[in-house]
Structures are given as C-alpha cells and as structure tokens.
C-alpha cells in the first residue's frame, strides 16, 4: 500500500491518503514518484506524489487503487521529502504546495479535458530529443547498394556513400541535423530509413543555457589576500570535518568574498564532495554565473527564473543524475536535488528576495541550515550588509563570524558626498538632478570613464492624474493605481495583471488636462538626453529586461563601454564589478523611508552601502553622490561613512526599545474573503481565539486592514504576533486552521506568514 500526498491543496486534505498498489505497478510505486489516483466523490483523476510504501493499512475498507504512475524513478530523494514534510510544518503551506515548490515547472502535472468531458493528469515537461543516424548494413552491402543506384539518385548515392563509411568505424550514430544538410535531405534519411539501410534514434539532449561559458578557457585561484586567508583558515576545518556550522562572512563591497566562496568550493570537490551556492534572483546572475562557470566549467549547473521552463528542467535532471558537482542558483535552487553535499553558500544573504512571499513562505536560509544539518556540513553567509538577524546571531556567537573590513586591492571605499535636495534649486530644465550630480557625470564624461545611476523605485509609479479634477486611474479588481507603462502605451495593475490603454480624456469630468506623474527611469532617461546630450545611456528596469538574457545583454554592453551611463532601478545596486566605473548616482535615497515598515532604515542603509561598493573597484578612484531630502538621517549618514558596524549597533537599539525582530519573533495572520464584512466577521474571532492561548509577554498588533485592502477581488485583514517565547503557539494556529470554518470552501483564504519581511 502507498501512502499519496494528493494534489487538492485544501486543509481538509493536507494529508497522506492510502492507496492500494496493483501487482503490475508493485515495482514502480516507490517513495518519491508522481502518480496519478482517483479522488474524491467522483473519483476524478489528480496526481500525487508517494510518500511512503509499507505493508501495513490503516484504513480498513476497501483501497482504491493506484491508477498510473508518471515517473520510471523517484524525483524526489529521501532527504527532499524529509524536507517537505518539515517545511509544510514550519510554514504552515499545505504538503502538495512545498512538494510542488521543490519541483522545476516541468514536473508539475497538467489536468486535460478528454473528448467524453472527463479530465485527466498528464506529464507537462518534455524531453528534448535529437535524430540520430544509425547504419544498418556492411560496409560491403552499401558499396552494392551504390552501384545499383540510377547515376541520377545523386542524393541517394552520397547518403549512401557515407553510410559506408560509417559503417566501417564502428557505426557510430551521426547526428542527422549535422550530417544532414550539406550533402542529403532529411527526404532522402526517411527513404533510406524504409529501404532499411539505416534507422533514425531520437537521442535526449540538454538544453544547456551556458554551454558558450563552459567552452572558456579557466580561470586559476588568486592568491588570497590576508584577511580572506583568514577565513578560509576557518572554513576549511569546518568543511573537511563535516561540520553544519553557520558561518557570517561580513566583507565590505570589493573585498573579494566571491574569491573564498570559489576557493571553499574548489575545497569541497577535493573531498569528492559537492557544493551548492545561491545568489539573489537575476540581478547579479551573470557575473557570479560566468566566476562560477569560470572556474569549474561544466561541473556547474545554474537554475534561476531567466531561464526557461526546458532549460531548467534539463540542469535540474543533470543535477538529479549526477552530473553536475556544483549548483549556483536563485532561491529555489535550494531544493537542487544534489547529493553528497559538503558546503552551502548564500551571497547576498540580507536580500528579501530569499523569502518566497508565497506560500510556502520559507526563507531559502532555513532550507540551507535543514539541508547542512542533514548532510553534516557547513553554511557560508556572506553580505556586505548582513540582516540584523544574522548578524545578531553573530554577536551571540551562534553563528561564527567572520570579518573582511578592506578592499581586495587595499583601495579605500569610495568617499560619499550627500546631496540636500530641500536646498537645491529644482527646474523643469535640471529635473531630477542637483548641480552636484550633474557636474559629478559631465566630469566621467570628460574623462572617458563610466557611471552607474540608481533610480530608487520602491514606493514610487508612474501614474497617471486629471489635473482638473484629480481623477487617478486605478485597477478595477485592486485598491492600487495603475501604473503606466510608455513602451506598450498601457496601463498596468503590478497585483493582478489587468491593462488598459492610456486615457486621453479624463473618464471622470472629461477634460483633456490629463497628464502623467511621477519619475520612471524612461523619464530619467529622457532628461539625461536634455541634459547630457552627447552621453550614451542603457536603461536596465523591468522593461528593458523582460525579454530572455535581457540583463546579460545590458550588462555585456555597458562592460564593453558601449555606454557610459547605467541608469537602471535597485537590480543595479548589487554584485555588479566593472572597473571603469567610477562614478555611482543615487537620484532619489529616501523612498523606502517614507514606507510604513520598520526595517525602512535597515532596507535605505543596506541599499546605499551596496550601491556605493560600486564604485571605483579597480585602478581608478571612485566617488559617489547621494541625493536626498533626509540628509541627517542615521542610515544616510553611516551609509555615507561605511559604517555597518555602527548601523547594527544603533539599529539593534531601536530594534530593542520598540520591541521589533531580531529582539521579537513576529508573525503574520492575513485573512481574505470576497465580502468584507465575512472577512472582517472571520478575523476578529480569531483575534479572540488567539488572545486566549497568548501569553501575556506576547504583543497583538490589530486586526487592521491589509495594507492594500482589496486585492483581486477579495478584501484583507490581518494580525501580527510579537512574542519571545511561546511553546504553545505553532498547536494553536494549527488547531485554529483545522476548527475555525475559516477553511476554503467558504470562500476564504488564509494566510500565514512565520518571520514576514514586513508587517504590511
Ligand atoms: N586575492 C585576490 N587577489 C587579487 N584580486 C582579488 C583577490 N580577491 C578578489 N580580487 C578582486 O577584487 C574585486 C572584488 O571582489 P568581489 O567582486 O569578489 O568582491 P565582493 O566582496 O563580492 O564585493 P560585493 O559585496 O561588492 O559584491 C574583484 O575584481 C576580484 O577579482
Ligand atoms: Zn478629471
Ligand atoms: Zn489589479
């Protein structure tokens, strides 16, 4: 009997369900496949995914069976259910949804109408395959064969002249797209085929998405400075005595932690073990990506979003096989079915994006330290800008910490000059730019060198306003203003994906007077062409990069000096090593203090510190300018000295005073329903349930609204839980879960959200 995690996620169905294994399936059933079962009243045809064998049965009427099984192997290995299982637990996500986030797009199953009305399951991914040639007959047969040709059969007569010669060296297959071509037709293989003097083989192939970097020449270890000596000095015992230590690597911008990342790996794979890296998502893919690459070539399989579904599908299966040693990928990428594994890395460990903000709502940190733990071996944090939290873990001494405070060439960090922007004289001319600025690029421009520009985009969109009665467009399924969008002509909801086209009469009173607001980075760039007409600019937003290897391109090209100017949003901000720049602009360093989140100055610091660590990495001295209308804020000023250290320790009293992580555990209760008045009925009983059971150490914030309040059709409200200690309080939201009727047959939905990046 199999035990089926079933593809209905529901909490009435969030668990394992028996199911009878037919004696012709007895081999294929094992843990770890996809199958597809029967459900329910009319017995509808879902998938599942087994969890278990075992002889024994706990549901005493008759079993139903399994009807097909999808995959000839396990997909998932012991360890990766393990690991499902305790992410469902700790993030409270239904079993079949962290089963399914662990799993590349391509082996999601597909529901399919059938021609009699019934649905049913089928494999969504595809193999790739290519044609082969594989000959048949003797050497001697096809010489035969060539005389009986007519002389005109010129076609036939060189396909079969080449099969002869295949013939003789062993009859290796030849790759039909290859050797077809030139010389005959695919026309003439398939003749050839029904004659019986060859067979066509559909071979599998792997969609390789760097197959052009593994074909690089490789680069060699750098003698490490000192202070990365240092931490390879502490790293190294960790690795070679199967260790699941934590380690903090804190090392300024430039300081060459990407050199004893590679050097930990390199490590490893001498202990026949293997490593997997992430990176945050896109941004600074492809220069990791090609250092990676660079160094062990095509022992590195690479899995982010940019990719597509084949692709990824195709390094997840040289993963799965074996076949790759080292994995650098974006958040996902921690459920990498690698094995044997000896080190984790994550760069860039403060960013956000490692928390999948859907559920299941787990930090890729986590599924790291569950993974180390399992395979005895050592995390590697490393930031410029660690998060409070780890960085507090540090100073408790529960993580090792591990310091690099200077630059790899022991060049100084750039000198960053703040800009008052309440003082500075503002015209429809200059824009967005002070003097300051504006001198700061013409100079770079003089001198032939490069700029990076940074347009913070947090909290700000281009919409667009009546300005006779103050009408602004808004989504009709949101509670959001719609955004504009000037290389489609459209307007866009970010939440829910609706688009309609630019108004040019105001809907609401009908005057003309309708105009756009706001600074996009298309507006930036257009003042610059004002302003600075001679610079050339790349633009690197969301829209420049929407299509296929978008960032790649934009990057290759600035690092070729086809532009001196990169104006791009906060994907700039990090990772990025071009030694010609020696100027970094911030436009606009306030937005996200002005958001209502208190990790605002945390997100404004780390954000300036990263962007500055841009500049003058190499020879050249660098220089940053940093406009804003917060000039004497703390997180302004420390971020213009560098200063993290004492950041930490003047936000960890803030943190401290107002009661906030990493003092408190937080956690967030959102519940939605398409009536307000049944969702805002529904959280204030289990705002009652829940101050029953709450010790009183713990803190309620609300319920209050969500932040957006009506959201693709449905109205939030939610609940945030301050607390330091409470045993009871994972039993109670899952008995909360299964007894309130809050379940999702009335319509509602719950969310719960351990450790949220903003209480918002
Ligand atoms: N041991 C070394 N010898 C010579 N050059 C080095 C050494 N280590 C690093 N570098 C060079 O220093 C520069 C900065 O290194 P790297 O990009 O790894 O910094 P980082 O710590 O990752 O910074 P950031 O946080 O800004 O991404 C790179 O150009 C790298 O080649
Ligand atoms: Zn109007
Ligand atoms: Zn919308």
Redesign the pocket.
């Known amino acids: 009997m199999a035990k089926v995690v079933v593809d209905v996620p529901t909490m009435q169905t969030n668990q394992p369900y028996d199911y009878a294994i037919p004696a012709p399936l007895a081999d294929n059933v094992v843990p770890g496949v996809r199958v597809v079962v029967g459900f329910g009243k009319g017995d509808r045809e879902v998938m599942g995914v087994v969890v278990d064998t075992t002889d024994q049965q706990d549901f005493d009427g008759k079993l139903k069976p399994i009807m097909r099984v999808l995959d000839d192997h396990p997909i998932l290995d012991k360890e990766l259910l393990a690991l499902s299982r305790w992410m469902a637990d700790d993030t409270f996500a239904f079993w079949i949804t962290c089963l399914q986030a662990m799993l590349p797009s391509a082996l999601h199953a597909d529901t399919k109408w059938l021609a009699n009305g019934a649905k049913t399951v089928v494999n969504r991914g595809r193999v790739a395959t290519e044609d082969f040639i594989v000959p048949l007959l003797k050497h001697d047969e096809y010489l035969t064969l060539v005389d009986q040709q007519r002389t005109n059969a010129k076609r036939r007569i060189t396909l079969l002249q080449a099969l002869a010669q295949w013939s003789t060296d062993g009859a290796e297959p030849r790759l039909l797209s290859v050797a077809g071509p030139d010389s005959f037709d695919r026309t003439t293989v398939k003749a050839g085929q029904s004659q019986g003097w060859l067979r066509i083989e559909p071979r599998e192939f792997y969609r390789r998405p760097y197959a052009n970097l593994d074909a690089q020449a490789r680069t060699h270890a750098?003698?490490?400075?000192a202070q990365?000596q240092r931490a390879l000095d502490a790293l190294l015992p960790a690795i070679d005595g199967h260790k699941d230590q934590t380690f903090l690597l804190e090392?300024v911008?430039?300081?060459?932690?990407?050199?004893v990342y590679l050097q930990a790996i390199a490590a490893t794979l001498a202990q026949g073990r293997n490593a997997l890296m992430l990176i945050p998502e896109i941004a600074l893919t492809p220069q990791m990506v090609r250092n990676v690459k660079g160094r062990f070539g095509a022992d590195v399989a690479v899995l982010h979003s940019a990719l597509s579904d084949g692709e990824r599908f195709d390094e997840w299966r040289r993963i799965e096989r074996g076949e790759a040693r080292v994995v650098v990928g974006a958040r996902s990428a921690a459920f990498a079915p690698l094995t044997n594994i000896g080190l984790f890395i994550m760069d860039e460990e403060h960013e956000t994006s490692y928390k999948q903000d859907d559920s299941p709502r787990y930090h890729a940190r986590d599924v790291l330290q569950w993974r180390g733990a399992y395979h005895h071996a050592p995390v590697l944090l490393g930031s410029?800008t660690p998060s409070l939290e780890s960085r507090a873990r540090a100073a408790k001494g529960v993580y090792t910490h591990l310091l690099m405070p200077e630059?790899?060439?022991q060049k100084p960090l750039p000198p960053v000059q703040i800009v008052d922007m309440r003082a500075a004289q503002l015209d429809s001319v200059s824009g967005d730019f002070s003097n300051e600025l504006l001198n700061a690029l013409q100079e770079r421009l003089d001198r032939g060198e490069q700029s990076v520009l940074m347009l913070n985009r947090r909290g700000f969109s281009s919409f667009v306003m009546c300005r006779e009665c103050g009408y602004v467009a808004k989504c009709p399924n949101c509670d959001i203003s719609l955004t504009l969008h000037m290389d489609s002509h459209t307007l866009r909801c970010h939440y829910c994906g609706h688009e309609e086209p630019v108004p040019t009469v105001c809907p609401s009173c009908g005057s003309k007077r309708i105009r756009y607001y706001g600074t996009g980075t298309e507006k930036v760039e257009q003042s610059l062409h004002k302003l600075l007409p001679n610079a050339r600019v790349l633009r690197m937003d969301v829209d420049t990069t929407r299509r296929k290897g978008g960032h790649a391109k934009i990057l290759k090209a600035f690092g070729q000096h086809e532009a001196d100017i990169l104006l791009g949003t906060q994907m700039i901000a990090?990772?990025l090593?071009f030694?010609d720049v020696t100027l970094v602009g911030v436009i606009n360093a306030d937005t996200a203090l002005g958001l209502p989140d208190f990790r605002a100055s945390e997100r404004t610091f780390q954000l300036l510190t990263?962007v500055s660590?841009r500049a003058g990495?190499?020879d050249k001295a660098g220089a940053v300018v940093v406009q804003t209308y917060n000039p004497d804020h703390y997180a302004i000023q420390l971020a213009q000295h560098h200063d993290y250290e004492h950041f930490f320790v003047t936000e960890m009293g803030i943190r401290h005073q107002s009661g906030y992580p990493p003092y408190y555990f937080t956690f967030k209760l959102t519940v939605s329903h398409p009536e307000d008045r049944q969702a805002a009925k529904a959280i204030y009983h289990l705002a009652d349930e829940l101050k029953h059971s709450l010790s009183d150490q713990a803190v309620m914030l609300g319920p209050t609204r969500g932040a957006i309040a009506r959201l693709k059709r449905r109205y939030y409200y939610q609940i945030v839980i301050k607390y330091k200690n409470e045993p009871q309080l994972h039993a109670t939201l899952e008995r909360l879960l299964t007894e309130t009727q809050v379940g999702s047959r009335n319509g509602f939905q719950v969310a719960f959200d351990r450790e949220p990046l903003s209480f918002v």
């Open positions: 750098l003698t490490p400075t990365q090392g911008t430039g300081s060459g932690k990407t050199e410029a630059r790899a060439n990090k990772g090593d030694p990263q660590g990495r190499a």
